[in-house]
């Protein structure tokens, strides 16, 4: 019990790692609004308490020796292969190499040298052929994790609660996009659509636009929002599809590019920051270095250290000078992520010229990350760098950068958080909610709506649970932080 703690506690699990729960919803938002009829999710778990295998890069100074001193004594080799650790246990025979494999291979070779961790990381998740999240669904039991919204249906529910008094906030504007980014199997939506179904002028006034890169999960978002492609050929113009949970137009983009701007727009992103691709520096002798990712002679991936700065390094400055001296100082590692600045500064222009306000939660740090990257496949962490594509990819989301990303985009903008996951949901009224689901339900929905809300809210191991031990549910709810960024006409929004 206490080592499963205290792996627990080294783990910096990104996500349940549990086996999935089946998520069934169908009822309205009920705690600050009105008295729901029953409805719930029912989850099942088994707690897998894996150590991420993330720190096997070592942090080394330059060594002199001249068996690894190749990298700077010529000039035809452009790479410092001396102070990385790399393991033994990732191999790929060029046989038995997976598409993924051989194009990453390709690149590196083609391109005469080793490509940046960020590249990689994109690469492996969203490469149109083979990336992890192109062709299936990788969410539950039978996926690679678990995530808030599929453990349970009042995590969809209070999110739209949030939109829903924003929305208020900006004044009940007719007409409204709400973006979500990256919505997984769409089921956040689902629930928060489902929830909010009775507030009619509400949905009128939505446009859904979900931004996803994946073919395959585009198809279950559809699935799942109940869409209907209305047929207006006759008409001469684009067909029309919308969800049927509410009547509300849905418009899918592989980009935020995509979705039209000129309207309020409120955005949600759940899990979508920790996706995106991260820079790894590594202080050495020269200087911070950037991680890169290599071949080996005997075609192993491996990684090594830039020998003069990178492009990369223009980022990792500015994310520097966001931090105090200090900070920098203790660090001899530092993870950087300029898609989620660009992204960031892309969101708050946008609701600095069209109003609204954006709701990012994710898990993460309110300061500079250090070496966050992992790997996780079928709920157990795995090198970052074994059979890529077969295994998620993520890394810690840095708050405080999303924070002077936005601020520096735009000086109508108010950035708010970030707070605990559990003090998001608990002032948003989740406690109302579960309480009420909890009148009119068998004992068995019971067990399923306490564990699902421990999952949410709780932190550390369940106290109420009797089930076995390996079960036990694993609170989220200090992990995981929401922070929100508004344009500052609408005020403070609710929760912050
Ligand atoms: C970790 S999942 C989170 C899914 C969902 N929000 C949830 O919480 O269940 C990341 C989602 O973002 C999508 N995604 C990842 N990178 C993307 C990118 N660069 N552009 C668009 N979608 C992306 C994935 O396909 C997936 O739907």
């Known amino acids: 019990m206490m080592l499963r703690k205290l792996v627990l ?8 790692l549990y086996n999935a729960s089946t998520h069934q919803s169908s009822s309205p938002l ?17 707690s897998s308490s894996q150590v991420p295998n993330t720190s096997f890069v070592e942090h080394l100074e330059d060594q002199d020796d001249s068996k690894h001193s190749d990298s700077l004594s010529t000039s035809t080799i452009s790479i410092d292969r001396s102070g990385l650790y790399n393991p033994p246990e990732h191999s790929h025979g060029p046989n038995s190499d997976s598409e993924l494999v051989k194009h990453l291979k390709g690149i590196i070779k083609f391109r005469g040298g080793p ?27 039978e996926g690679d994790f678990i995530t808030s919204p599929e453990v349970c249906q009042m995590f969809g529910e209070m999110i739209g609660v949030w939109v829903m008094c924003l929305w208020e906030q900006m004044g009940q504007p007719k007409r409204v996009n709400l973006v979500e980014l990256g919505p997984g199997r769409g089921t956040l939506m689902a629930d928060l659509l489902r929830g909010a179904s009775k507030f009619k002028n509400f949905t009128e006034s939505l446009h859904i636009h979900l931004v996803e890169c994946s073919p395959a999960l585009q198809k279950l978002q559809h699935l799942n929002l109940k869409c209907i492609d209305e047929d207006n050929a006759a008409e001469n113009i684009d067909r029309k599809t919308v969800s049927s ?15 039209p701007s000129g309207l309020p727009t409120i955005f949600i992103a759940h899990e979508f920051f920790d996706a995106l691709p991260v820079h790894q520096f590594q202080r050495a002798s020269r200087g911070w270095c950037e991680k890169m990712v290599d071949v080996t002679e005997d075609s192993l991936f491996r990684l090594v250290l830039s020998p003069q ?11 520097c000078k966001w931090a105090a001296t200090e900070e920098i100082a203790k660090l001899d590692q530092i993870e950087i992520c300029p898609k989620a600045m660009d992204l960031t500064q892309a969101i708050a222009q946008r609701i600095s010229s069209d109003g609204g306000g954006a709701l990012i939660i994710d898990y993460g740090l309110h300061g500079v990350v250090s070496d966050s990257l992992q790997a996780i496949r079928k709920h157990k962490f795995v090198n970052i760098l ?18 002077h990303s936005a601020e520096e985009a735009s000086g109508d903008v108010s950035v708010h ?16 909610r579960v309480e009420s689901l909890l009148q009119n339900c068998t004992d068995e929905q019971a067990e399923s709506l306490r564990t699902g809300y421990w999952r949410l809210v709780g932190e550390g191991e369940a106290p109420f649970w009797e089930g076995p031990e390996e079960h036990v ?24």
């Open 417 to 432: 958080g970030p707070i605990t996951q559990s003090q998001f949901l608990s002032s948003l009224g989740i406690n109302f």
């Open 386 to 403: 074994d059979n890529p594509g077969s295994a998620d990819l993520s890394a810690y989301v840095d708050f405080a950068s999303i924070r």
């Open 473 to 496: 549910p694993i609170g989220m709810g200090t992990r995981y932080l929401a922070m929100a960024i508004v344009n500052k006409k609408q005020g403070i929004p609710v929760s912050f």
């Open 309 to 319: 700065p990178t492009p990369a390094t223009l980022y990792l400055l500015k994310r």
């Open 245 to 259: 949970l509410c009547g509300a137009p849905v418009s899918w983009h592989a980009t935020l590019e995509q979705v």
């Open 9 to 16: 506690q080294a783990s910096t699990a990104r996500r349940h």
């Open 30 to 46: 009920a705690n600050l609004f009105c008295k729901p009829s029953f409805s719930y999710s029912t989850s099942s778990s088994s």
């Open 115 to 141: 490509i940046s961790v960020a590249e990689y990381m994109e690469e492996v998740l969203t490469n149109p052929k083979a990336g992890f999240y192109i062709n299936r669904d990788v969410f539950g039991a």
